[in-house]
């Protein structure tokens, strides 16, 4: 049946046989905690494939066993967001960051080095350098600027080269929308892998949703949302998942099971209503943001718009922006001639929209990241990186584009 249609055709019923419910034309909260065997056997043989003492047989369905291990709302979700990435399997997590601690820990061990690009998120970036440094991993940052051969130099000059096990990036980048080769990132792990270690590529495409880029396409082992962004689309939940093939995914899962992180299935059952629409809300968002950097890059008092549409066409970003993404995506970031004063001034002058963080959802969201969601970087690192005082965030949502450019004047009008 997959392969007959399209993902957003298929989100309203793939992995669902209303049969096993009554009937009900859409997956009920299946809110328990545990699930009844028939036999002691079915129950045996349960546990045996859960724990990795026997290999499940070809098309077997891991049997239900307790809502940590899975659970029919977290199945059916995750088989569904399999298919926009193309992947073999999925892990939803109860939150962005419990997926990325969950992979960074899984796949880094004390003495290995992690190579990661900045910026980062906040949360990521706090992750990798106040706790990962602590359990003795070797950090290792690079900027969307360097090249490859610029970052192997970076790897090799560690003296550490060899201990490489994660490349880690988030690209577009938070809030900077710079641009990280995604294909290059993966030659970068191909180089240091061998027979005994393979050394893997771990993408976060909260910025694109599943939507507008597939980084397992490009050669990324494993891709990861904050799917409380466009996932979930409505700020009404926290969540994350984890895509990759059926290998890094067992570790994954494995390691979920064990951390206690799953979502919960009334978590699962919103983002099986939100999937519904996503591609909708996402293309609308999309439509709405190049309205809205069009008229921000015309404005005497906006000093610079990041926003991939207006990526200029004979730059290296360009050619990675055409390679990978399919849409210019809804994230604006732009510098505000001036600079923490005259942001808090358009800030605080926002009516249609919200001051607030997180992005990809219905309502437009404003931010100061070097303040906010930036506030943890060292702040050298933030301004060279562009997380400036005077730097503006903006998650474009579904509103009329008119209202939203008008309310952003109106903002603008008060500097």
């Not at 990759?244 to 494995?254: F, I, P, Q, S, W």
């Not at 503006?392 to 474009?396: F, N």
């Given at each position: 049946?997959a392969?007959?249609?399209?993902?957003?055709?298929l989100?309203?019923?793939?992995?669902?046989?209303?049969e096993?419910?009554e009937?009900?034309?859409?997956?009920?909260?299946?809110?328990?905690?545990?699930?009844?065997?028939?036999?002691?056997?079915?129950?045996?043989h349960?546990f045996e494939?859960?724990?990795?003492l026997?290999?499940k047989e070809?098309?077997?369905e891991l049997g239900?066993?307790?809502?940590?291990?899975?659970?029919?709302?977290?199945?059916i979700l995750?088989?569904?967001l399999?298919?926009?990435?193309?992947a073999?399997?999925?892990a939803?997590?109860?939150s962005g960051?419990?997926?990325?601690?969950?992979v960074?820990l899984e796949?880094?061990?004390?003495g290995?080095?992690?190579l990661?690009?900045?910026?980062?998120?906040?949360?990521?970036?706090?992750f990798?350098?106040?706790?990962?440094?602590?359990?003795g991993?070797?950090?290792?940052g690079?900027?969307?600027?360097?090249?490859?051969s610029e970052i192997?130099?970076?790897l090799?000059?560690s003296g550490k080269?060899?201990?490489?096990a994660?490349v880690?990036?988030e690209t577009?980048?938070?809030?900077t929308?710079t641009?990280?080769?995604i294909?290059?990132?993966?030659?970068?792990?191909a180089?240091y892998s061998?027979?005994?270690k393979?050394?893997?590529t771990?993408?976060?495409?909260?910025?694109?949703?599943?939507?507008?880029?597939?980084?397992?396409?490009h050669?990324a082992?494993?891709?990861l949302?904050s799917?409380?962004?466009?996932?979930g689309g409505h700020?009404?939940?926290?969540a994350?998942?984890?895509l990759?093939?059926?290998?890094?995914?067992?570790?994954?899962?494995?390691l979920?099971?064990?951390?206690g992180?799953?979502?919960?299935?009334?978590?699962?059952?919103?983002?099986?209503?939100s999937?519904?629409?996503?591609?909708?809300r996402m293309?609308?968002q999309?439509k709405n943001?190049?309205?809205v950097?069009?008229?921000?890059?015309?404005?005497?008092?906006?000093a610079?718009?990041?926003y991939?549409?207006l990526?200029e066409?004979d730059?290296s970003a360009?050619k990675?922006?055409?390679?990978?993404y399919s849409s210019s995506?809804?994230m604006i970031s732009f510098?505000l001639?001036?600079?923490?004063?005259e942001?808090?001034?358009?800030?605080?002058?926002?009516k249609l929209i919200?001051?607030?963080?997180?992005l990809?959802?219905?309502?437009s969201l404003?931010?100061?990241?070097?303040?906010?969601t930036h506030v943890g970087?060292d702040?050298k690192?933030?301004e060279?990186?562009?997380?400036t005082?005077?730097l503006?965030?903006?998650?474009?949502g579904?509103e009329n584009?008119?209202d939203?450019?008008?309310?952003?004047?109106n903002a603008l009008?008060?500097?």
């Open positions: 049946m392969s007959k249609f399209k993902p957003e055709s989100m309203m019923s793939f992995g669902y046989k209303p096993l419910s009937g009900a034309v859409k997956p009920p909260v299946f809110q328990t905690s545990t699930f009844v065997f028939k036999t002691a056997e079915e129950g045996k349960f494939v859960a724990y990795g026997i290999a070809q098309n077997e239900l066993i307790y809502s940590r291990i899975n659970n029919p709302n977290l199945e995750e088989n569904r399999c298919l926009w990435d193309k073999d399997d999925c939803v997590f109860e960051m419990s997926a990325i601690s969950t960074l796949f880094l061990r004390p290995d080095v992690l990661y690009s900045m910026p980062t998120y906040g949360g990521t970036d706090h990798i350098n106040h706790y990962l440094t602590e359990i991993v070797i950090c290792i690079f900027k969307p600027n360097d090249s490859k192997i130099a970076k090799e000059k080269a060899e201990k490489l994660l880690y990036v577009p980048a938070n809030p929308n641009l990280i080769d294909t290059m990132c993966q030659e970068i792990a180089k061998n027979e005994e393979r050394v893997y771990a993408v976060d495409n909260t910025y694109m949703g599943p939507i507008w880029c597939s980084p397992l396409d050669g082992d494993l891709v949302y799917a409380t962004k466009y996932i700020s009404d939940l926290i994350g998942a984890v990759g093939n059926a290998e890094v995914m067992l570790r994954v899962k494995t979920r099971t064990f951390l992180n799953m979502a919960s299935p009334h978590t699962c059952w919103l983002l099986l209503r999937l519904e629409t996503l591609k909708i293309d609308q999309a943001a190049a309205f950097a069009n008229f921000l890059n015309k404005h005497p008092k906006v610079k718009v990041y991939l549409g990526i066409s730059s360009y990675i922006y055409k390679k990978q995506g809804a510098d001639v001036g600079g923490e004063k942001a808090f001034i358009f800030l605080n002058n926002l919200k001051l607030a963080v997180s990809g959802s219905t309502e404003a931010q100061h990241p070097a303040t906010m970087i702040p690192l933030k060279e990186m562009g997380i005082p005077s503006i965030r903006i998650s474009i579904i584009d008119e939203i450019v008008a309310d952003i004047n009008s008060r500097i």
